[in-house]
T-cell receptor
Framework: GAVVSQHPSWVICKSGTSVKIECRSL??????MFWYRQFPKQSLMLMAT?????????EQGVEKDKFLINHASLTLSTLTVTSAHPEDSSFYIC?????????????FGPGTRLTVL | GQSLEQPSEVTAVEGAIVQINCTYQ??????LSWYQQHDGGAPTFLSY????GLEETGRFSSFLSRSDSYGYLLLQELQMKDSASYFC???????????FGPGTRLSVLP
């Protein structure tokens, strides 16, 4: 199988604090991980693409200094929301791509629901 | 840029067949995928088409026509548990980006 975990599954924090979300591929090595944000009843919006050992590639409009991504190993990527504000409240989902090649399958984590008060 | 279009909602009854269409406009194309997402859950992979034609996996089939920039997901013998949102997604040929469609909310009625 290909299992991706996220931690925490939900978090509530005060405005101005930072929150770190972990994404792990449990039974495979992921050269590439993706971070998405999803607002209620909306689609997934790609925030950034994370490659192990290199800087993340951010989508247009996503502040790289606010959403810090680190992909330190082939099984772990982290997203840190710095100085969180209520408008950052959302469902954050990571996915991991198994190896390379042309096959398009991503394996998604269960998501992290962030609520900023 | 890239854009994908899907119907926002589809309703059908148990046992019926439903087709969810997806049209796309992309600068590059590296395959069309379909994902299912239940409320509060993460997306799960359903199918992938890189070449024209029909791919069948159990009750679900997916079709692609690259010349028409069009694909669809066909769900047969609908069950209540199929009520969910369904997203098509395209991978940018020039990068690793995945772009998701707006999603189609399927409601299966008894």
């Amino acid at each position: 199988g290909a299992v991706v975990s996220q931690h925490p599954s939900w978090v509530i924090c005060k405005s101005g604090t930072s929150v770190k979300i972990e994404c792990r591929s449990l039974d495979f090595q992921a050269t590439t991980m993706f971070w998405y944000r999803q607002f209620p009843k909306q689609s997934l919006m790609l925030m950034a693409t994370s490659n192990e050992g290199s800087k993340a590639t951010y989508e247009q409009g996503v502040e790289k200094d606010k959403f810090l991504i680190n992909h330190a190993s082939l099984t772990l990527s982290t997203l840190t929301v710095t100085s969180a504000h209520p408008e950052d409240s959302s469902f954050y989902i990571c996915s991991a791509q198994k190896g390379g090649g042309t096959y398009n399958e991503q394996f998604f984590g269960p998501g992290t629901r962030l609520t900023v008060l | 840029g890239q854009s994908l279009e899907q119907p926002s909602e589809v309703t059908a009854v148990e046992g019926a067949i439903v087709q969810i269409n997806c049209t796309y406009q992309t600068s590059g194309f590296y395959g069309l995928s379909w994902y299912q997402q239940h409320d509060g859950g993460a997306p799960t992979f359903l199918s992938y088409n890189a070449l024209d034609g029909l791919e069948e996996t159990g009750r679900f089939s997916s079709f692609l026509s690259r010349s028409d920039s069009y694909g669809y997901l066909l769900l047969q013998e609908l069950q209540m548990k199929d009520s969910a949102s369904y997203f098509c997604a395209v991978r940018d040929n020039y990068g690793q980006n995945f772009v998701f469609g707006p999603g189609t909310r399927l409601s299966v009625l008894p």
